[in-house]
């Protein structure tokens, strides 16, 4: 079992992991582009679109044990369309802070530090 770590230390893991992902330069990176990265890494890692009547509670959602994240169909949409609210909303960041965070405390990515 991981062990807790607070808001502070999850962004210090997700900033050295995302350097370690070659996307250190980006203030916010395009989250589709990290988890393809991350796809490519790690075999285990994955994403699953929902549609959005079954996530009526939640933009994404993060499953550690699974290693997968779900996120409702208009976010992944408005991902791909580039709309602010789909990349940057806070629940979704949030979720996808904890995925990257768990991808990074793996251990399995090049030139990432686990914190």
Not at 56 to 84: K, Q, T
Request: charged share 35%; aromatic share 6%; net charge positive.
């Amino acid at each position: 079992m991981s062990s807790y770590r607070t808001d502070e230390q999850l962004e210090a893991l997700v900033r050295k992991f995302l350097r370690g992902l070659g996307l250190a330069d980006k203030a916010r990176p395009d989250l589709l582009t990290v988890i393809v990265k991350i796809k490519h890494l790690d075999r285990h890692f994955n994403y699953r679109r929902v549609p959005d009547e079954q996530m009526a509670e939640a933009e994404a959602e993060w499953d550690s044990a699974g290693r997968l994240i779900r996120m409702r169909e208009s976010v992944f949409i408005g991902m791909n369309r580039n709309e602010p609210r789909a990349r940057m909303g806070g629940r979704t960041r949030s979720c996808c802070r904890r995925a990257f965070a768990s991808a990074a405390a793996t251990r399995r990515f090049p030139n990432s530090a686990k914190g």
